[in-house]
């Protein structure tokens, strides 16, 4: 972009140790090189801290800022919901508002969603089932009531992370590792993407200065136990290890049978087509061995 490169735009990416964020970072060079992309850290950076974050933003003067951070582990916000509020509401209500006169990007969640449907286009009303997704909702509620503001919301991330066990790929890897075993529901489907492709659509999308809603994730409805028989084709070893089992037999907390996002609103506006999990799957398998 012509005005891009005569106006170097200077990037605020919280939670950039994160899966999404480390890509975004990782990809920023490539994707957005006239831009200067600033990771913001939790070690480094306390927003909850809002006069540090107020000082900061005075003096760095962000033309964007990327909102990756939160608590999105859904156990956690279940178990301490006081916690999650503050993080995933509060946290982005203060820096949506102090965003108000340049552009803001909020990550959201397929699970904003009670999987009654599948197939999810943007305008679909959310109805959200557990306390994160809850927050989620309360969330881009307050982002989008600034029109220059957008939500992206996305599904399981999947890919390298910079701590090894934020991407879905990591964690179901760890605990087979562990030698525990998983029980994978046949009938709760998700789109699952490469948290590499997340990122690439998002500085896309960034660069178009594209506004509102977007859904961005997957090309492919997949059940849990799909992907764990898509991890197996490569790790055969844990094949005895993962249990297909049912949502009707299920006796935990409310979970979303069908989340799967409709993401023809975001594929209009991309040079890319977004992948389908199981072909970057196997043809990561291939590219390592």
Same mark, same amino acid.
């Given at each position: 972009?012509?005005?891009?490169?005569?106006?170097?735009?200077?990037?605020?990416?919280?939670?950039?140790?994160?899966?999404?964020?480390?890509?975004?970072?990782?990809?920023?060079?490539?994707?957005?090189? /006239?831009?200067?992309?600033?990771?913001?850290?939790?070690?480094? *950076?306390?927003?909850?801290?809002?006069?540090?974050?107020?000082?900061?933003?005075?003096?760095?003067?962000?033309?964007?800022?990327?909102?990756?951070?939160?608590?999105?582990?859904?156990?956690?916000?279940?178990?301490?919901?006081?916690?999650?509020?503050?993080?995933?509401?509060?946290?982005?209500?203060?820096? /949506?508002?102090?965003?108000?006169?340049?552009?803001?990007? *909020?990550?959201?969640?397929?699970?904003? *969603?009670?999987?009654?449907?599948?197939?999810?286009?943007?305008?679909?009303?959310?109805?959200?089932?557990?306390?994160?997704?809850?927050?989620?909702?309360? /969330?881009?509620?307050?982002?989008?009531?600034?029109?220059?503001?957008?939500?992206?919301?996305?599904?399981?991330?999947?890919?390298?992370?910079?701590?090894?066990?934020?991407?879905?790929?990591?964690?179901?890897?760890?605990?087979?590792?562990?030698?525990?075993?998983?029980?994978?529901?046949?009938?709760?489907?998700?789109?699952?993407?490469?948290?590499?492709?997340?990122?690439? /659509?998002?500085?896309?999308?960034?660069?178009?200065?594209?506004?509102?809603?977007?859904?961005?994730?997957?090309?492919?409805?997949?059940?849990?136990?799909?992907?764990?028989?898509?991890?197996?084709?490569?790790?055969?070893?844990?094949?005895?290890?993962?249990?297909?089992?049912?949502?009707?037999?299920?006796?935990?907390?409310?979970?979303?049978?069908?989340?799967?996002?409709?993401?023809?609103?975001?594929?209009?506006?991309?040079?890319?087509?977004?992948?389908?999990?199981?072909?970057?799957?196997?043809?990561?398998?291939?590219?390592?061995?």
């Amino acid at each position: 972009m012509a005005e891009a490169a005569n106006h170097p735009e200077r990037v605020w990416v919280t939670g950039a140790n994160g899966l999404i964020g480390s890509h975004l970072i990782h990809l920023a060079k490539s994707s957005v090189p /006239a831009w200067q992309v600033v990771p913001i850290v939790r070690a480094a *950076f306390d927003l909850t801290d809002s006069r540090a974050v107020v000082t900061a933003f005075q003096k760095e003067r962000p033309k964007l800022i990327i909102h990756c951070a939160a608590l999105s582990r859904s156990p956690e916000c279940q178990a301490n919901p006081k916690l999650a509020h503050e993080i995933n509401v509060e946290v982005t209500k203060f820096l /949506a508002d102090l965003a108000t006169d340049i552009s803001f990007i *909020f990550f959201s969640t397929d699970l904003v *969603f009670n999987g009654q449907q599948g197939n999810y286009v943007e305008t679909d009303k959310p109805n959200p089932l557990s306390v994160y997704a809850e927050t989620k909702v309360m /969330a881009e509620r307050h982002v989008l009531r600034n029109p220059h503001h957008t939500v992206i919301r996305t599904s399981l991330n999947a890919g390298p992370s910079l701590q090894g066990d934020r991407g879905m790929d990591e964690q179901m890897l760890s605990a087979l590792r562990e030698g525990k075993a998983l029980n994978l529901f046949t009938d709760e489907f998700r789109t699952p993407i490469p948290a590499e492709e997340t990122a690439r /659509a998002v500085w896309q999308l960034a660069q178009q200065k594209a506004k509102g809603v977007y859904h961005v994730a997957g090309a492919e409805r997949l059940s849990r136990w799909q992907i764990g028989e898509l991890m197996c084709e490569r790790y055969p070893q844990y094949r005895s290890q993962i249990h297909a089992t049912s949502l009707s037999t299920y006796q935990g907390a409310p979970r979303s049978p069908d989340t799967s996002l409709n993401c023809a609103k975001a594929q209009a506006k991309l040079p890319f087509v977004l992948p389908k999990f199981s072909e970057w799957w196997r043809q990561r398998a291939k590219s390592e061995l």
